[in-house]
T-cell receptor, first 110, second 112 residues
Framework: AQSVTQPDIHITVSEGASLELRCNYS??????LFWYVQSPGQGLQLLLK??????LVQGIKGFEAEFKRSQSSFNLRKPSVHWSDAAEYFC????????FGTGTRLQVFP | DTGVSQDPRHKITKRGQNVTFRCDPI?????LYWYRQTLGQGPEFLTY????????KSRLLSDRFSAERPKGSFSTLEIQRTEQGDSAMYLC??????????FGPGTRLTVT
């Protein structure tokens, strides 16, 4: 079955600290992978995507993600978190019909 | 550059009433998607269109739900005889290729 798992429901970091959000997927074909961010009461904004090629992909707002086929993972990273990064983050896989994880809520302390 | 727009942003309705939501995709995006998101969950796929053709419908889309995209531009999602379980955020997205989707702000439905 196709699925996305985000093991961390809630993460708290201090401003300026590094961040890694985990994502594991199960997908039968070549995965097309995405990270989205959602602020409260808002829609989703695409942070970055992986289709093929270089396994380290750069996105907007200083985020990057690394695709590891052997671990079926696509973890999101940021070297230094800003207070404005506080939001809900969703990992997704698929084409047309996207399958989303349950999200990780990021809280940033000053 | 205008993004995906959705109307209304919020809708409160009584159980048993019909509601209709509208989505305007990014201009020239031929694919349009509907998702539903309940509290604390990720979005769940409902249906999608390529131009005016509805290509896939989720099992979540019961007989009370219908979606249209009559001219291949905007789309409507109608829910008939609403139930409290329909309370959710309804998200629309569009894509030029099917490989990356751009989401609108959503319509939050509350059924009382």
């Amino acid at each position: 079955a196709q699925s996305v798992t985000q093991p961390d429901i809630h993460i708290t970091v201090s401003e300026g600290a590094s961040l890694e959000l985990r994502c594991n997927y199960s997908y039968g074909a070549t995965p097309y992978l995405f990270w989205y961010v959602q602020s409260p009461g808002q829609g989703l904004q695409l942070l970055l995507k992986y289709f093929s090629g270089d396994t380290l992909v750069q996105g907007i707002k200083g985020f990057e993600a690394e695709f590891k086929r052997s671990q079926s993972s696509f973890n999101l990273r940021k070297p230094s978190v800003h207070w404005s990064d506080a939001a809900e983050y969703f990992c997704a896989v698929g084409t047309d019909k996207l399958i989303f994880g349950t999200g990780t809520r990021l809280q940033v302390f000053p | 550059d205008t993004g995906v727009s959705q109307d209304p942003r919020h809708k409160i309705t009584k159980r048993g009433q019909n509601v209709t939501f509208r989505c305007d995709p990014i201009s020239e995006h031929n694919r349009l998607y509907w998702y539903r998101q309940t509290l604390g969950q990720g979005p769940e796929f409902l249906t999608y269109f390529q131009n005016e053709a509805q290509l896939e419908k989720s099992r979540l889309l019961s007989d009370r739900f219908s979606a249209e995209r009559p001219k291949g531009s905007f789309s409507t999602l109608e829910i008939q005889r609403t139930e409290q379980g329909d309370s959710a955020m309804y998200l629309c997205a569009s894509s030029p290729t099917g490989f990356e989707q751009y989401f609108g702000p959503g319509t939050r439905l509350t059924v009382t």
